[in-house]
């Protein structure tokens, strides 16, 4: 849960190393078994608290998962748990976006916040640390629209993929 836990990118970060003046460009690597792992484990955990809930229910992989998602997010046993299971809730919530906005993919990324696990979009520097969003916002006290979000973010590549390394 390290990398995960490294993940430490912003709610949603372009990283363009020029328009920083950073010289180093991020550098994307396919997922190690490792992150692989600890995703899985991430998930697994999301499957528990679905099925939990509604019995022989399990997570699939897709926007309808959004819903879902705004389920668990807004139950009060939920409410105060911990920053894994915020990030657990993330983890799913990536998987939903990847099938919601062509073109995005797990991705590990170093860069100068750190190594992390994001989504990343195409073979640009458009990068999503969907694993904190939630945790980020929950840290903060805020309320948050699971689909409302995905519709943003799915709205903000497509406007800005071309402007984009």
């Known amino acids: 849960m390290l990398k995960i836990f490294q993940a430490v990118v912003l709610f949603f970060t372009v990283v363009t190393a020029a328009a920083q003046g950073n010289p180093k460009p991020p550098v994307f690597t396919p997922l190690s078994a490792e992150s692989k792992a600890e995703l899985d484990e991430f998930r697994r955990l999301v499957n528990r608290m679905v099925s939990k809930r509604n019995p022989g229910q399990m997570l699939s992989r897709a926007p309808k998962d959004f819903r879902v998602l705004q389920t668990l997010a807004e139950d009060p046993s ?31 990324v170093h860069d100068e916040y750190g190594p992390g696990v994001v989504l990343r979009y195409k073979r640009t520097t458009l990068t999503i640390a969907a694993p904190v969003m939630f945790a980020k916002r929950v840290e903060r006290g805020e309320t948050f629209d699971v689909p409302f979000m995905a519709n943003e973010l799915k709205k903000y590549v497509q406007e800005n993929a071309g402007k984009i390394q």
Do not use: C, M, Q
């Open 78 to 108: 939920i409410k105060h748990a911990d920053r894994n299971t915020w990030i657990a809730l993330g983890v799913a919530y990536g998987d939903a976006l990847i099938a919601f906005v062509p073109g995005l993919s797990r991705s590990e």
